[in-house]
């Protein structure tokens, strides 16, 4: 007994001098931002809301007149191989608002970063979970009022391939559930660098996004905007759709 | 300490307390969506306001209570379809506010998955309040609301999520158990010969579906006589092609105030909804469908529709 005291004793001082180490040389906290550069296509063009752009593949003319989708549930990968979770992490990237396009992580433990994944779109609980604030407040106009979930990508704009009223397109991405599912986690290492994250230190990430992958992707290609300009609720083009623009996200660099 | 407070009828009124939802024996359990959905003094007070304020539609006409009446159990009776701002017409019959913690989906297709995101629809429906939630906001920031905020969560700022949260919090308050049937439940009270004939009548032809003390398995159907118009209902919200024409099952509680019946209300009385089933083989006998009816005006709520 008097043996198994000593022992239980001697754990709690290693164990408190261990973590005190720690402490003094990575306890501190930091911030990753990540940015996000909107180019059209594989030319790269700039991307802004009101341009006027011909869609590589398809030939398709568009101006867009919104750009909104989500980023959630963010990870990050350290140089060891550990995942640090960011609670909390809903954000709103609207291209028309650079200021949306940066995101701050904050409280990040200092460390070498090496990767990001995040789900473009809400996860499911909170798809379920009634009224939520921030980021997903239904009064962002990214929620289905009449069939209950968050639009996780909204595209709209003008075409004249459209055969919509005022030639408009309109594509409204989202589902969480089933296998019209539009939620796809993207992940992508910082081109074997490291973001180093330290109390004094916020390093900066750029990932690219290119919008026009909402029609093709992977050389792959989904009809033009003369066969479909309307996408208005979950089903099997929309889940396409929403993994081809999940795959134009890319890391472009990082500022230390 | 009275003395310094008796002046302010407030300080009597504790707004965190929270609202006891009944939970009746003879009903189910609750939906899932509701277990982390407490209502409280000032909420479902502040609900009860935004409730009934025109100011959170298009041409300020147009309130929730408009056409979820208490008199007619929350419901918008005898209306097929209701009317919303600039005297548009609704799509489907308005279906009563009662019994909503233990409804697992709202509407008649089932596409809204909690009490909470319900109100969101009506608002911003064009032909009912035809408002975004941005003006809903805007609209009670400018009204006198600053107090029932402050009351309801603890300080005034007013946003979408709370006053969707409010209204959630309301209706959810509206329960209705106080039905001759219920007392039967409750042991409190025999059926006579002809309603037990009715409820053997009933088990048989409709509890299938119409189960349970809330006369609903919340599942959704084709009836006889149900395909009107171009409404596929639950293919709607799901895409699968066999829900084309289902609708949820309704709970047949307090159907003496709220006819017509039916999402686009196509049956004026129960006996049009019987006459659908005569048609389809289903035959009963005046006598049978009396005792029918019978048993079934013991789900009226008399009570409900008063208090």
Not at chain 2, 43 to 72: I, M, P, Y
Not at chain 2, 114 to 130: D, G, K, R, T
Not at chain 2, 141 to 157: C, E, H, L, N, Q
Request: with cysteine; proline share 5%.
């Amino acid at each position: 007994m008097k043996n198994s005291i000593l022992a239980i004793a001697a754990m709690a001082v290693t164990s408190i001098l261990f973590t005190g180490c720690e402490r003094h040389h990575h306890g501190e906290n930091g911030s990753l931002n990540v940015e996000f550069e909107h180019l059209w296509g594989m030319n790269q063009l700039p991307f802004s809301i009101g341009t006027q752009y011909v869609h590589p593949m398809t030939g398709d003319t568009m101006t867009f007149t919104t750009l909104k989708y989500y980023i959630s549930n963010v990870e990050l990968t350290k140089e060891d191989g550990t995942v640090q979770f960011v609670p909390n992490s809903y954000y709103l990237v609207d291209a028309s608002n650079p200021l949306s396009a940066l995101l701050s992580f904050d409280s990040i433990p200092s460390g070498h970063y090496t990767g990001i994944s995040f789900l473009v779109g809400v996860d499911s609980t909170r798809n379920v979970s009634g009224a939520q604030t921030g980021a997903l407040d239904p009064a962002n106009d990214m929620f289905w009022s009449w069939n209950s979930g968050y639009v996780f990508i909204k595209a709209e704009g003008t075409s004249p391939q459209s055969t919509m009223p005022n030639a408009i397109f309109k594509f409204h991405i989202g589902g969480f559930q089933g296998v019209n599912s539009g939620l796809n986690r993207v992940s992508m290492s910082f081109g074997g660098g490291m973001a180093a994250v330290q109390e004094v230190a916020s390093p900066v990430v750029h990932l690219a996004v290119n919008p026009a992958m909402l029609w093709c992707a992977n050389g792959v290609c989904f009809p033009g905007l003369a066969q479909v300009s309307h996408l208005m609720m979950p089903n099997a083009a929309t889940a396409q759709r929403a993994k081809a623009f999940s795959e134009g996200f890319s890391f472009e660099h990082l500022h230390n | 300490m009275c003395i310094l407070t008796a002046c302010t009828p407030d300080a009597r009124v504790d707004y965190q307390a929270l609202v006891d939802i009944p939970q009746p024996d003879s009903f189910p359990e609750r939906a899932p969506w509701s277990v982390n959905v407490h209502p409280m003094v000032g909420t479902v007070a502040l609900g009860q306001k935004l409730f009934s304020d025109r100011s959170l539609s298009s041409d300020g006409t147009v309130s929730c209570g408009n056409c979820h009446r208490q008199e007619v159990a929350f419901s918008d009776a005898p209306e097929k379809r209701s009317t919303g701002v600039n005297g548009r017409t609704g799509g489907r019959n308005t279906p009563p506010v009662q019994n909503l913690a233990w409804m697992p989906s709202f509407m008649w297709d089932g596409g809204i998955n909690h009490l909470e995101v319900m109100p969101i629809a009506p608002f911003v429906n064009e032909v009912e309040h035809n408002i975004s939630l941005k003006e809903v906001v805007r609209s009670v920031r400018r009204s006198d609301y600053r107090r029932d905020f402050k009351r309801a969560f603890g300080d005034t700022s007013i946003t979408a999520p709370r006053i969707i949260v409010a209204l959630a919090h309301f209706m959810m308050t509206k329960v209705s158990s106080q039905s001759p049937i219920d007392s039967f439940y409750r042991r409190e009270r025999l059926l006579s010969n002809a309603e037990r004939t009715g409820r053997v009548l009933f088990n048989e032809q409709c509890g299938s579906c119409h189960s349970g003390a809330l006369l609903s398995d919340f599942t959704y159907k084709s009836h006889p006589g149900s395909r009107v118009g171009s409404d596929v209902g639950r293919f709607l919200v799901s895409q699968v092609p066999s829900d084309s024409f289902q609708f949820k099952t309704p709970s047949l509680r307090n159907w003496k105030y709220t006819a017509p019946y039916g999402h686009a209300g196509q049956w004026a009385t129960l006996e049009e909804v019987l006459q659908d089933w005569h048609t389809q083989g289903e035959y009963l006998t005046a006598d049978e469908k009396a005792s029918l009816l019978q048993f079934l005006s013991l789900f009226n709520d008399s009570e409900f529709i008063t208090l």
